[in-house]
């Protein structure tokens, strides 16, 4: 009857380490989707005067990596005259980069962009804006997050 008991609360452990192992390896990681296969990509945007930016974005995993892609791609629009670029900024554990210019556009247009992270982890945020100017990046609009989660959107 001890035995039994023993070998009871033995398996019983096993299945609650089993358990708690798998909800602490997937707490904080953002989900895995494919947008157009399930629909799930999460829209984001930045605007600044007459320049819009706007897409989705969602991650996919990747072979022999332990952190998934995060694929952000969108739409680069001019509806004005000037030059207008999209930048990003990211941050990798605490520590920013700095910011890079994506794309310009000088008058009416639009153009696609990619944003994408080859890797992207739990510590890793990003942040798109759009600037008047081709080259610098002093008159800019609001940075507009690209990390924040959950990536299921509520459609």
């Not at 035995?3 to 609650?16: D, E, H, N, P, V």
């Not at 992207?120 to 002093?138: F, H, L």
Request: proline fraction near 5%; aromatic fraction near 8%; include cysteine.
């Amino acid at each position: 009857m001890f035995k039994r008991a023993l070998i009871t609360a033995a398996a019983g452990a096993a299945a609650l380490a089993l358990t708690a192992g798998s909800a602490a390896a997937s707490h904080g990681q953002p989900a895995d989707t494919s947008p157009a296969a399930e629909g799930k990509g999460i829209p984001w945007k930045a605007t600044h005067g007459s320049a819009t930016v706007q897409g989705e974005r969602w991650t996919e995993k990747t072979d022999g990596r332990l952190w998934p892609k995060l694929v952000v791609k969108g739409e680069f629009t001019n509806n004005g005259s000037g030059c207008y670029s999209v930048w990003t900024q990211w941050t990798y554990d605490l520590r920013p980069l700095p910011a890079s210019k994506q794309a310009t556009l000088c008058g009416k247009g639009s153009k696609s962009v990619d944003l994408s992270l080859n890797s992207y982890s739990i510590t890793t945020t990003g942040s798109v804006y759009i600037c008047r100017s081709e080259e610098e990046a002093k008159d800019c609009g609001d940075l507009e997050g690209l990390t924040w989660w959950p990536v299921e959107s509520a459609r």
